[in-house]
């Protein structure tokens, strides 16, 4: 049954996120706190896929799984690519990249004056 979004805070849901994607394999997880940083989310996760196949696979279970579990519709972007996938939950933004093009890209730079957490456990 799915759980009131409002009863959900920022903090849970990061936690939730880490761990499904955790638990589907995604790679190099890092997390970012962006409270008080930028307006547009509370966290940003980035992680890595091996493939275009895994990085859509990722954002496609995560996404289900959001709506199923709280009722969250998420935007989606990037997905037909299938080399970066942004999912916008509101308060977690979420970068499913393929490690190419997130070495390319290199968002972690961007955001880490020393913020960033490895959330990777292995």
């Known amino acids: 049954m799915a759980t009131a ?41 980035i992680c890595s896929g091996r493939s275009t196949r895994q990085v859509t696979s990722l954002a496609d279970k995560l996404t289900a799984r959001l709506k199923e579990e709280f009722g ?4 989606v972007e990037g997905k037909g690519a299938g080399d970066w996938v942004l999912i916008d939950t509101g308060d ?3 970068h499913v990249f393929r490690p190419e093009v997130r070495e390319f890209y290199q968002l972690e730079k ?7 957490e490895s959330a990777d456990k292995g």
């Open 5 to 45: 979004e409002t009863s959900l805070t920022s903090e849970a849901l990061l936690q939730w996120i880490l761990t499904s994607l955790d638990s589907e394999k995604a790679e190099e997880i890092t997390q970012i706190d962006l409270r008080g940083r930028s307006e547009i989310a509370d966290y940003m996760v």
């Open 72 to 75: 969250r519709a998420c935007k």
């Open 92 to 94: 977690v933004i979420i």
């Open 110 to 116: 961007m955001w880490l004056p020393g913020t960033a």
